[in-house]
């Protein structure tokens, strides 16, 4: 029977408004952001391969899954999702699946747990990385993350002090911070890279921080943002231990040679090391403890004061 008129403009409508909603449901897509969880290496690959769900098989590699993952996150990207990418660690998403009584070899198991890194794990937002340049930066993420937790752990576990009550882990943050500005302004203009190392029953506790300082502005230099968290956080912990531990400054200035200074972590002190000591320190193979040649253009400076010569602690 031919269609009348009547029913080929309700079939119109019918399209109009289906097509209309699928332009709202997208358009509402592009307001929910996506996460998604990034296997670290070839290791992590292999262990998520033994779920029988998991999307890839025996037969790829973690090259394929890495292009893939690079793919989908053009996809998204070029939809104008916004995409935060997050460490998916096949341990710990063992564990997840265990304490909340879930099946792991389940997508949906899948999902809850990215989910759940959105909200407490280390993620990066996706600005079109390449995908070799996005794992080392959130390993590096999550290394800094679990450094600076076992820090604050140590600190919250350092206890008061036995003759004012003072609450050690505290006062050596403030210590650590206030350490740190000096650090900076004795550094003077220019770009510092400093590194701290302490050893802890656990691990070694290591920080890097970045600062820049330029010439002719008002005020003490300004340290702010994650790094100088992690940093002064894992010194506050080596003054708060009172064990061995070290601190180095090396400086970059524009139009001279690079100046490194450096520093001893002693009884809750950190002491200034002699420009000998630093030349020995840095000419040192830390592994097999042979000399090694200075570099050229670098200039060995003492350290200078930085923390309370008679801290009560």
């Known amino acids: 029977m031919p269609r009348t008129r009547h029913d080929t403009g309700q079939t119109t409508a019918r399209t109009a408004r289906a097509g209309s909603r699928t332009t709202r449901r997208r358009m509402l897509r592009r307001e929910v952001p996506s996460t998604v969880g990034l296997l670290a290496d070839a290791g992590d690959f292999a262990a998520m391969r033994g779920y029988r769900s998991f999307t890839f098989g025996h037969h790829d590699d973690y090259g394929d899954y890495l292009r893939h993952v690079d793919g989908l996150l053009r996809s998204l990207a070029a939809q104008g999702i916004h995409t935060t990418v997050a460490l998916f660690d096949p341990d710990e998403y063992a564990e997840f699946c265990r304490e909340h009584g879930i099946d792991p070899d389940t997508a949906e198991a899948r999902t809850r747990f990215t989910a759940e890194l959105a909200g407490a794990g280390t993620v990066l937002p996706y600005t079109g990385q390449p995908i070799d340049e996005l794992v080392p930066l959130l390993v590096d993420g999550a290394v800094r993350q679990a450094t600076w937790e076992y820090a604050t752990t140590l600190l919250a576990g350092v206890g008061s002090c036995a003759d004012c009550g003072e609450d050690i882990g505290r006062a050596s943050f403030t210590r650590a911070t206030e350490a740190l500005t000096r650090l900076v302004e004795g550094a003077g203009p220019g770009h510092h890279h400093l590194v701290c190392s ?18 002719d502005r008002a005020g003490p230099p300004r340290i702010e943002g994650r790094e100088s968290l992690d940093f002064v956080t894992v010194l506050a912990a080596g003054l708060a231990l009172g064990g061995p531990g070290g601190l180095v400054l090396r400086s970059t200035i524009e139009g001279s040679g690079d100046r490194v200074h450096g520093w001893r972590l002693d009884r809750g002190r950190l002491v200034p090391l002699s420009a000998a000591a630093v030349f020995n320190a840095y000419c040192t193979d830390a592994d097999t403890g042979d000399p090694v040649a200075p570099e050229s253009g670098v200039d060995y400076c003492p350290g200078y004061e930085v923390d309370d010569p008679a801290p009560h602690h």
Request: proline share 6%; no cysteine.
């Open 198 to 215: 302490v050893p802890a029953q656990d691990e070694q506790l290591v920080a890097v921080l970045h600062a820049e300082v330029v010439a």
